[in-house]
């Protein structure tokens, strides 16, 4: 975008329109642009280079619990897809079909994977045969194609990157762990990382993936009180298995089906971050995934020394944090706003005064807090300054995540609450489907999950009465 | 693949029969499964690992250039895909064509990505506005599909990884200057890290790629004598341009067209490895590409101590080297033949007698040799050994791609060595694409590059015997 057109003028405010306000922070802090394949987006540098930080500490993650990477091909036959009854059923109305071959027509129609338990199925079936061959703990970093009618960047587009981890076990239990496994390693990214506090908890029936037994999920309140799905975890038991023939002998040398688990998180959680953390300036980024940490700011760059002094700043910060100067011919005020749209955590000011004085000053994009720093010993204060911001960040979510979580002990609170305050509402349920239904075509809410930190409300189910099973998360979603 | 069946027979010999050789080494080191997807491999987690190396070192030597990672839309509308007249002629009989999105048909067809010029400049045009946007030097690391008709892993198959960088720049001269720097980050590291010596050169017109004025590769020879071309850099000028309107507004305020390039390398890079270093025993990788990088292999393993040892060894190596320990129960025989296969550049062993005597025996991949050295200071012989095998199996590729480039000075010595000496043949060449049709119907060799480092061989063109223009590498190729 040019310089004339980058005029940062403000932003729609939260407040007003936060669907707008969304729109705004993604394209002014410059992380996606339109492209012409509609549904589609353009992820630019400052977007992709958020995936990167998440792609590389999430996979350092995996692999710490023997997760190995492979590659299977993006097309999946017709004829693949269709083995698992319900899979296909809740996958084939939004797959894109590919039917021609350079000039002439396919013999069998391909789609575009929109996720591949079916090819790592079809892989497995081949690739293993004895118990010695489990388990099979492999993961994929992709894209995947869903086409889907309404979109956002992020949040939902047609296509859209992700990772997709596809595990075979000898048992029932051993495919279970796995599958908690993986949940547990998703929460503590999301809060260690991302600085973004989730309730674990398990999928009801309506709300599983499509040939799981059991889909996990990790739910996240954004800051318009809205819930955003931000990570799964499917234990699908011997199902696909059963579809796929996917079969290893046992040490008794018998045949036995393989028990499977599946899970993965997508660019989506760059939305998550925008909606938890941004503001009215703009986007709000977490240090551990901030591709720069710290933005130096000379000013009166034109006289003597300061340029030099920020570079050297810039070097003596470069070992504690990822750190840039902004050496363009743009104004300090128009500089900071950029910085903090951008959600860069720590602005460095430094001008001929504070170098006089052998100082700068520090600005955090968290909390606007101001400080004169002396330049002896900066390197140590910014190392913890950007420890205390993702902490703090972390802290400040989670406050307003808990100070939006209501309780609701009867249909008029439950009403009451969906319509004046939004957020997450905790409330005892039946376990029927008819009264989840219920509760979405009336309010809006659906159920997020059965959290594993299960509270007694009451004994009876929110919306019909009866004997209570389940504590159950609702919230309207994106 | 299960034990059993892992009996790890001898594979076919190099010499008997090179492409059932590629082919064992390629299924028995592990590094692709078939799938059921017609032309497409899966990559299974040793391939994968070594692609993953790849894209590491790659991506550092890129960003240290300044490039920026980017990642554009998989599908290309067909009226965007024509607006190149050259581009789509060259890739339209060999895309993959998606025409329904879920129940529905689409409006406009879409191709699946064989490449993304298109979409670079359709973003291009809307994000470029004046000469402060310039340069752009965007890439992304993604697959792309070509529907080939005969495929063979990695070397040629429908859907491949590989990286695209695309840029865009204010003048002639920058976007040549990119073009060669790209160039020579591939030669770079294709000697440094694959171990690979490569001709660096210009491609004749017929050989081009589609849409550009001049095309740069390397290439590479492989054991069998046939040349690969192993990475291309494209310089555009300003002709997608034109024709994508992509224009920027100059210090004078005048509409100026950008100049651009494009350059890739794909997984075909790990073929290129098995193909200049494996031998009759599999796989053999140069130590920066291998995921691992030690095998230690414990002798007598069930004795007191000697999985303690093995493992205190690990622990030890593990900070200058990938290192692992061969703990299952198979024969000490076993694990070296399978470690030789996988082409692990070094094996250790120990076992009851060599920890009596502090010692451990340390066998060369590359070359077989087997030493006896004191575990005090292992760690150093380790690392320095590494740097050495890298080293060595460069040299040794050089040699052999050396000895294997010949000259010829006229027609019957064209004939002679392309009959009877497989490898690069050097020959002066008057520059008609008619006499390059000729030798490639009458012999199969085709113009591989016009090298930089230009000979003068004769004056005259080794075809048509009229005034020679250029010295010309040619091969049978891949």
């Given at each position: 975008?040019?310089?004339?057109?980058?005029?940062?003028?403000?932003?729609?405010?939260?407040?007003?329109?936060?669907?707008?306000?969304?729109?705004?922070?993604?394209?002014?802090?410059?992380?996606?642009?339109?492209?012409?394949?509609?549904?589609?987006?353009?992820?630019?540098?400052?977007?992709?280079?958020?995936?990167?930080?998440?792609?590389?500490?999430?996979?350092?993650?995996?692999?710490?619990?023997?997760?190995?990477?492979?590659?299977?091909?993006?097309?999946?036959?017709?004829?693949?897809?269709?083995?698992?009854?319900?899979?296909?059923?809740?996958?084939?109305?939004?797959?894109?079909?590919?039917?021609?071959?350079?000039?002439?027509?396919?013999?069998?129609?391909?789609?575009?994977?929109?996720?591949?338990?079916?090819?790592?199925?079809?892989?497995?079936?081949?690739?293993?045969?004895?118990?010695?061959?489990?388990?099979?703990?492999?993961?994929?970093?992709?894209?995947?194609?869903?086409?889907?009618?309404?979109?956002?960047?992020?949040?939902?587009?047609?296509?859209?990157?992700?990772?997709?981890?596809?595990?075979?076990?000898?048992?029932?239990?051993?495919?279970?762990?796995?599958?908690?496994?993986?949940?547990?390693?998703?929460?503590?990214?999301?809060?260690?990382?991302?600085?973004?506090?989730?309730?674990?908890?398990?999928?009801?029936?309506?709300?599983?993936?499509?040939?799981?037994?059991?889909?996990?999920?990790?739910?996240?309140?954004?800051?318009?009180?809205?819930?955003?799905?931000?990570?799964?975890?499917?234990?699908?038991?011997?199902?696909?298995?059963?579809?796929?023939?996917?079969?290893?002998?046992?040490?008794?040398?018998?045949?036995?089906?393989?028990?499977?688990?599946?899970?993965?998180?997508?660019?989506?959680?760059?939305?998550?971050?925008?909606?938890?953390?941004?503001?009215?300036?703009?986007?709000?980024?977490?240090?551990?995934?901030?591709?720069?940490?710290?933005?130096i700011?000379p000013i009166?760059q034109?006289k003597d020394g300061v340029l030099e002094a920020a570079d050297s700043l810039c070097e003596r910060?470069?070992?504690?944090?990822?750190?840039?100067v902004?050496?363009?011919?743009?104004?300090?005020?128009?500089?900071?706003?950029?910085?903090?749209?951008?959600?860069?955590?720590?602005?460095i000011?430094i001008g001929p005064?504070d170098i006089q004085?052998g100082e700068c000053?520090?600005?955090?994009?968290?909390?606007?807090?101001?400080?004169?720093?002396?330049l002896?010993?900066?390197?140590?204060?910014?190392?913890?300054?950007?420890?205390?911001?993702?902490?703090?960040?972390?802290?400040?979510?989670?406050?307003?995540?808990?100070?939006?979580?209501?309780?609701?002990?009867?249909?008029?609170?439950?009403?009451?609450?969906?319509?004046?305050?939004?957020?997450?509402?905790?409330?005892?349920?039946?376990?029927?489907?008819?009264?989840?239904?219920?509760?979405?075509?009336?309010?809006?809410?659906?159920?997020?999950?059965?959290?594993?930190?299960?509270?007694?409300?009451?004994?009876?189910?929110?919306?019909?009465?009866?004997?209570?099973?389940?504590?159950?998360?609702?919230?309207?979603?994106?």
């Open positions: 975008m040019s310089q004339d057109k980058k005029k940062l003028d403000a932003i729609t405010s939260m407040e007003e329109d936060f669907a707008q306000w969304y729109t705004d922070v993604v394209i002014k802090s410059d992380l996606i642009g339109y492209t012409s394949v509609k549904g589609c987006m353009a992820i630019k540098p400052s977007g992709y280079a958020i995936w990167e930080l998440i792609q590389k500490q999430l996979d350092e993650r995996f692999k710490k619990t023997g997760v190995e990477n492979v590659y299977m091909p993006m097309f999946i036959p017709e004829s693949l897809l269709e083995k698992e009854k319900e899979h296909v059923e809740g996958f084939a109305p939004e797959v894109a079909w590919v039917t021609h071959g350079g000039m002439s027509p396919l013999q069998e129609r391909l789609c575009v994977r929109p996720t591949s338990e079916t090819l790592f199925c079809d892989f497995y079936a081949k690739d293993i045969e004895s118990y010695r061959d489990l388990p099979k703990v492999y993961n994929q970093w992709c894209s995947v194609v869903r086409w889907e009618k309404e979109t956002r960047p992020f949040l939902r587009s047609r296509e859209f990157l992700w990772q997709e981890g596809h595990t075979a076990h000898a048992t029932a239990e051993e495919a279970e762990e796995r599958t908690i496994q993986m949940l547990n390693v998703y929460s503590d990214f999301c809060e260690q990382v991302l600085a973004m506090p989730v309730i674990k908890g398990q999928k009801t029936e309506k709300e599983k993936f499509a040939g799981a037994v059991a889909t996990y999920t990790i739910e996240a309140l954004m800051h318009d009180g809205k819930a955003l799905q931000s990570g799964t975890s499917h234990n699908f038991g011997d199902g696909f298995a059963r579809a796929y023939d996917v079969q290893y002998t046992d040490k008794e040398n018998k045949l036995q089906y393989v028990h499977q688990t599946s899970w993965g998180v997508t660019t989506r959680l760059i939305g998550a971050i925008i909606m938890v953390h941004g503001d009215d300036n703009g986007l709000r980024l977490p240090p551990l995934v901030a591709p720069t940490q710290v933005m700011v009166q034109k910060l470069s070992d504690v944090a990822r750190v840039k902004d050496k363009t011919d743009k104004s300090p005020g128009f500089k900071f706003a950029e910085s903090e749209m951008r959600g860069i955590p720590v602005r000011e005064r004085n000053v520090v600005v955090r994009r968290d909390t606007g807090s101001k400080e004169t720093v002396k002896d010993g900066i390197e140590e204060y910014i190392k913890a300054l950007l420890v205390t911001i993702q902490k703090d960040m972390y802290e400040a979510a989670k406050a307003h995540r808990d100070l939006h979580t209501y309780e609701a002990r009867n249909w008029d609170e439950f009403k009451d609450i969906i319509e004046n305050r939004p957020g997450f509402i905790k409330a005892m349920w039946c376990g029927e489907t008819e009264c989840e239904e219920h509760i979405k075509e009336e309010t809006g809410a659906s159920t997020r999950c059965m959290p594993f930190e299960q509270e007694s409300l009451s004994d009876v189910c929110v919306c019909c009465g009866k004997k209570a099973k389940k504590m159950v998360y609702f919230g309207r979603a994106y």
